[in-house]
């Protein structure tokens, strides 16, 4: 198992978000995680990329504990985060963007690797532009570019088609099939729309107010399980 999460629980103050979190992925996997807004999807990855503290359970990545892990020893230990809304800097240049997912240099990347611009080939062309003067949709090409800069082994993206429009989300679909089926990279995506999960995913989980209520491979995603727990 490349990522096994145990009976995880957090809570903001008295406010109770995670309850009793099962969920595991095995190298390889694509995993779609969905679920309605506010049921704690991006809480569960800011735990795991140890941006929040849990208040019990486990997250173990290969043989190590993240939990007592710093969150700046993540990207060094092969995971990738393309946070929910982006974040990139929007003053410095799309290079510099991608500089910045070098920070935590292992010695092997002195410079962004050509892979970032065969898979987006348009960052090559803007390097020097700045972040904020990019679209939205470049502006997630840059997110995930910086997130593939060290090469990760296990890639974590938190909605990446929100506020984006078709063509590029169909880009970025194909780029997240690609990292997973040609080079072997697990990927974990947190998603609201159906079509791309289903396009994209091999495996869901289902998380409905901070548990996993449902999980299984792409065919076993029911309307019945739709119906239940992402209509609105
Ligand atoms: N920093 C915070 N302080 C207090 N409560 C928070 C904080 N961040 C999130 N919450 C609350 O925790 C719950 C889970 O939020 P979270 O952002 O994890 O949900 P989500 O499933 O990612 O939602 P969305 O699909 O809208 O992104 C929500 O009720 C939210 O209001
Ligand atoms: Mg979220």
Same mark, same amino acid.
């Given at each position: ?53 849990? #208040? ?68 090559? #062309? ?34 990446? #088609? ?23 990279? #697990? ?46």
């Amino acid at each position: 198992m490349l990522l096994t999460i145990t009976n995880l629980n957090q809570a903001y103050e008295q406010s109770r978000t995670l309850w009793d979190l099962n969920l595991n992925i095995e190298s390889g996997n694509c995993m779609g995680l969905i679920g309605r807004n506010g049921v704690g999807k991006t809480t569960f990855l800011s735990c795991v990329m140890g941006l929040i503290k849990p #208040t019990s359970g486990m997250i173990q990545y290969r043989d190590v504990d993240l939990i007592k892990t710093p969150p700046e020893a993540r990207a060094a230990l092969g995971i990738g985060y393309v946070p929910q809304g982006r974040m990139i800097f929007p003053l410095l240049t799309v290079e510099e963007n991608l500089r910045i997912g070098l920070g935590a240099l292992d010695g092997n990347h002195v410079s962004v690797p050509e892979q970032v611009f065969d898979l987006f080939p348009a960052l090559k #062309t803007m390097l020097k532009r700045l972040g904020g003067d990019l679209s939205g949709g470049q502006q997630q090409q840059l997110a995930i570019g910086r997130a593939l800069v060290l090469e990760p082994k296990l890639l974590i993206l938190d909605e990446p #088609t929100e506020g984006i429009q078709p063509s590029i989300i169909k880009e970025i679909g194909n780029v997240i099939k690609q990292l997973n089926s040609e080079f072997g990279m #697990t990927v974990l995506i947190v998603e609201q729309k159906l079509p791309f999960v289903r396009n994209v995913c091999d495996r869901f989980c289902i998380m409905d107010k901070g548990k996993n209520v449902a999980e299984g491979g792409m065919a076993d995603l029911s309307d019945d399980l739709v119906r239940s727990f992402l209509s609105v």
